[in-house]
């Protein structure tokens, strides 16, 4: 992912019902304004996995289980891991064609 | 004494990051530890993150903070490993996705490389919200439990590179 430094502004006349649309739309995917508007010029849509953000804080919550578990051999935590990783690589994968 | 350094500076990538902090000549496989990650997947991991808050253009996609233990540590790797994962957590206020590895290779001065995610999981930006002296606090209790040196000050630093 390219790192910009943000260092311009874009002022940007609307109409109120304009205004308040946008807002809408950014407040529902848990982003900014402009975050949303420049979101969406750069990509032309925004990708929605639904549960995603519960299923990043049900990954974070198992991966720290996961390593209290390593000290025990028994357990097959290498593999477990291996697969939430694998799906966490194809929706990756599949946020990625999105765009 | 130890050192805690907050960077500043992220000229490299989430995985060209990991891949500085997964140096053989560096490190080893169990010195490398995850907090709410997969250690071996990290960079794909943050950027998963980042992707379900759409935070995907950052100007820096991550914290990088280095500790660095006094010389000659009188300790097992292990140990070592185990005392950089309480620092860890005593590095972030939230639910957020740490790298963490201790190079211990080819070094004076043993240390620890942090990769910490610049988005948490509920989504914000990671805000240092405390001063560097709590954590230097909190990172002294630590260090304190097993018998270590606590952190230089900058002005202990430059005290001692005077003299």
């Known amino acids: 992912m390219k790192k910009m430094n943000k260092d311009t502004t874009i002022i940007l006349r609307a109409s109120e019902a304009d205004k308040e649309a946008i807002q809408e739309e950014a407040k529902e995917l848990g982003m900014s304004m402009s975050s949303y508007l420049l979101h969406i010029a750069k990509h032309k849509q925004v990708n929605i996995v639904p549960g995603g953000r519960e299923l990043t804080e049900a990954l974070y919550k198992l991966y720290e289980t996961l390593s209290r578990l390593e000290r025990y051999p028994i357990l097959p935590v290498t593999e477990v891991k291996d697969t939430l990783h694998k799906g966490i690589e194809k929706i990756n994968s599949a946020m990625e064609e999105g765009k | ?163």
């Not at chain 2, 500085?20 to 080893?28: E, I, L, P, R, V």
């Not at chain 2, 957020?96 to 590895?101: E, F, I, K, S, Y």
């Open chain 2, 1 to 163: 004494m130890s050192i805690l350094k907050f960077e500043n500076r992220t000229p490299r990538s989430l995985s060209e990051m990991q891949a500085y902090m997964f140096d053989t000549d560096k490190t080893s496989p169990d010195a490398v530890f995850g907090i709410g990650i997969d250690e071996n997947y990290a960079a794909e991991q943050m950027e998963f993150v980042q992707r379900m808050w759409y935070r995907e253009d950052l100007a820096h996609e991550y914290i990088q903070v280095i500790f660095a233990f006094d010389v000659d540590i009188p300790l097992p790797i292990s140990m070592i490993v185990r005392i950089c994962r309480e620092i860890g957590y005593a590095l972030i206020s939230d639910q957020r996705q740490v790298l963490g590895a201790v190079h211990y290779k080819d070094t004076d001065k043993i240390h620890c490389h942090y990769m910490i995610n610049y988005v948490g999981m509920d989504g914000s930006l990671y805000r240092q919200n405390h001063s560097i002296y709590f954590y230097r606090m909190a990172v002294d209790k630590i260090l304190a439990q097993y018998g270590l040196n606590p952190i230089c000050s900058n002005t202990e630093i430059g005290m001692r590179q005077a003299s």
